[in-house]
């Protein structure tokens, strides 16, 4: 049997995992290969995957890279190279943290575990951004393994969120929030103690809530190459977000628009911190100064980076020409409009209250550039159609209860 020149190995099973298994079918044809912790349904409902392979310990630290090394050795002979693609930030933290056994194994282009965790831990990150001309907003941090109070001046509302999204996410409890929006001191404080509670001892970041509804978050996509050479780079403007406690930040509906100034700011920090790999920014705009401000840049694609692919330029075939090809690519600066959205047209109609925005939903819907990737035209898995029925009329039902 011949070899195929790359076989893509994605860890993950949720819709990002889902999102980059159809941009390597659509420009390729190829069947990846899917690792996962657990069964969802964007992943489990679809024939897109050549095979998933289920591990319950894949998030054990301990576990990752034998795991995976495993998984390397069952598909080695199927291709010239196994193309490693993590979807969430604890995949790619621990692809960075065993990158010496994994690289015997894999291609893959992630960065150095230093400037990851400079990245990741906030306070480091907002050093960087005001070194480098990034405005962020105004930023306090509370340690939740000291005994002391929080008194430093803040004027409210404030968004209280962890600083270790890895270690919130294990300490579980009644009135957990993904964010919070703090109207007082003493809600503050309520806040702060019932996070201690759980067991989380990092840091809470405290920080100025910058006005705006959903229409004021915006997103951009880079991806630098192997060598640190930026060769994408693209900027949106989130329509809705999810407004369920648990998932505030996870973009459902995104318009692509062209900011050079912003695009050329956020390439030029990715160079000057010798960044390699996809990055995901998300920002708001701050209406009182008329400037953009970064609350974070994960350290890969993001859920909904799909309308990057959307516009004609793959993100599979970025990983691919890079790390495959070798290929050197000038840097594009995606200029084009699509309507990237995983819920239905009711939703974005209903939901949204920017004129502005509701007038380029319409015209875009009728100009075809409606791209939702869950209905994905070749996969044609039988259980498939009524998930996602069910996960249209839900989403009406999300949005109409809750309100962020």
Same mark, same amino acid.
């Given at each position: 049997?011949?070899?195929?020149?790359?076989?893509?190995?994605?860890?993950?099973?949720?819709?990002?995992?889902?999102?980059?298994?159809?941009?390597f079918h659509e420009e390729y044809n190829i069947?990846?290969?899917?690792?996962?912790?657990?069964?969802?349904?964007?992943?489990?409902?679809?024939?897109?995957?050549?095979?998933?392979?289920?591990?319950?310990?894949?998030?054990?630290?301990?576990?990752?890279?034998?795991?995976?090394?495993?998984?390397?050795?069952?598909?080695?002979?199927?291709?010239?190279?196994?193309?490693?693609?993590? *979807?969430?930030?604890?995949?790619? %933290?621990?692809?960075?943290?065993n990158r010496d056994v994994l690289q015997e194994?894999? *291609?893959?282009?992630?960065?150095?575990?230093?400037?990851?965790?400079?990245?990741? &831990?906030?306070?480091?990150?907002?050093?960087?951004?005001?070194?480098?001309?990034?405005?962020?907003?105004?930023?306090?941090?509370?340690?939740?393994?000291?005994?002391?109070?929080?008194?430093?001046?803040?004027?409210?509302?404030?968004?209280?969120?962890?600083?270790?999204?890895?270690?919130?996410?294990?300490?579980?409890? *009644?009135?957990?929030?993904?964010?919070?929006?703090?109207?007082? #001191?003493?809600?503050?404080?309520?806040?702060?103690?019932?996070? %201690?509670?759980?067991?989380?001892?990092?840091?809470?970041?405290?920080?100025?809530?910058?006005?705006?509804?959903?229409?004021?978050?915006?997103?951009?996509?880079?991806?630098?190459?192997?060598?640190?050479?930026?060769?994408?780079?693209?900027?949106?403007?989130?329509?809705?977000?999810?407004?369920?406690?648990?998932?505030?930040?996870?973009?459902?509906?995104?318009?692509?628009?062209?900011?050079?100034?912003?695009?050329?700011?956020?390439?030029?920090?990715?160079?000057?911190?010798?960044?390699?790999?996809?990055?995901?920014?998300?920002?708001? &705009?701050?209406?009182?100064?008329?400037?953009?401000?970064?609350? #974070?840049?994960?350290?890969?694609?993001? %859920?909904?980076?799909?309308?990057?692919?959307?516009?004609?330029?793959?993100?599979?075939?970025?990983?691919?020409?890079?790390?495959?090809?070798?290929?050197?690519?000038?840097?594009?600066?995606?200029?084009? #409009?699509?309507?990237?959205?995983?819920?239905?047209?009711?939703?974005?109609?209903?939901?949204?209250?920017?004129?502005?925005?509701?007038?380029?939903?319409?015209?875009?819907?009728?100009?075809?550039?409606?791209?939702?990737?869950?209905?994905?035209?070749?996969?044609?898995?039988?259980k498939r159609k009524l998930y996602l029925a069910?996960?249209?009329?839900?989403?009406?039902?999300?949005?109409?209860?809750?309100?962020?």
């Amino acid at each position: 049997m011949k070899r195929q020149p790359f076989l893509p190995i994605i860890v993950g099973t949720d819709i990002n995992a889902y999102n980059m298994a159809i941009s390597f079918h659509e420009e390729y044809n190829i069947q990846p290969i899917l690792v996962g912790k657990g069964v969802l349904p964007f992943t489990n409902y679809s024939n897109i995957p050549q095979k998933i392979e289920y591990d319950e310990n894949l998030a054990d630290p301990e576990q990752f890279a034998n795991i995976l090394t495993n998984v390397a050795k069952k598909y080695k002979n199927k291709a010239n190279q196994l193309l490693l693609v993590g *979807t969430n930030d604890l995949y790619v %933290r621990l692809i960075v943290e065993n990158r010496d056994v994994l690289q015997e194994h894999f *291609t893959f282009n992630y960065l150095n575990e230093q400037l990851m965790n400079d990245l990741q &831990y906030k306070a480091n990150f907002y050093k960087l951004c005001e070194r480098y001309g990034i405005d962020a907003p105004t930023t306090k941090f509370y340690s939740c393994a000291s005994d002391e109070p929080f008194n430093e001046r803040m004027m409210f509302p404030v968004i209280v969120k962890p600083s270790n999204g890895i270690m919130y996410s294990k300490h579980k409890f *009644t009135g957990q929030q993904k964010v919070y929006k703090v109207q007082d #001191e003493a809600e503050l404080t309520r806040v702060i103690n019932m996070i %201690r509670e759980s067991g989380y001892t990092d840091e809470l970041i405290i920080q100025d809530y910058i006005p705006g509804d959903d229409t004021a978050m915006w997103d951009s996509v880079v991806y630098m190459s192997s060598k640190g050479k930026p060769q994408l780079v693209s900027f949106g403007q989130v329509v809705l977000q999810e407004h369920t406690v648990t998932a505030i930040g996870n973009y459902t509906a995104v318009i692509s628009r062209y900011n050079e100034d912003m695009m050329k700011k956020l390439v030029g920090f990715l160079e000057a911190v010798g960044y390699v790999g996809f990055a995901n920014f998300d920002l708001k &705009y701050d209406e009182r100064d008329g400037k953009f401000k970064v609350f #974070e840049v994960n350290i890969r694609q993001g %859920r909904s980076s799909y309308y990057v692919t959307a516009l004609g330029h793959n993100m599979a075939r970025y990983f691919v020409d890079d790390l495959i090809g070798n290929k050197v690519k000038d840097c594009t600066y995606l200029d084009g #409009e699509v309507l990237f959205s995983v819920v239905p047209k009711i939703v974005l109609k209903k939901f949204v209250d920017d004129p502005q925005v509701k007038q380029d939903i319409q015209r875009l819907i009728k100009q075809k550039k409606l791209v939702n990737p869950l209905f994905y035209k070749k996969d044609k898995h039988f259980k498939r159609k009524l998930y996602l029925a069910m996960r249209q009329v839900n989403y009406y039902k999300k949005y109409k209860e809750n309100v962020w």
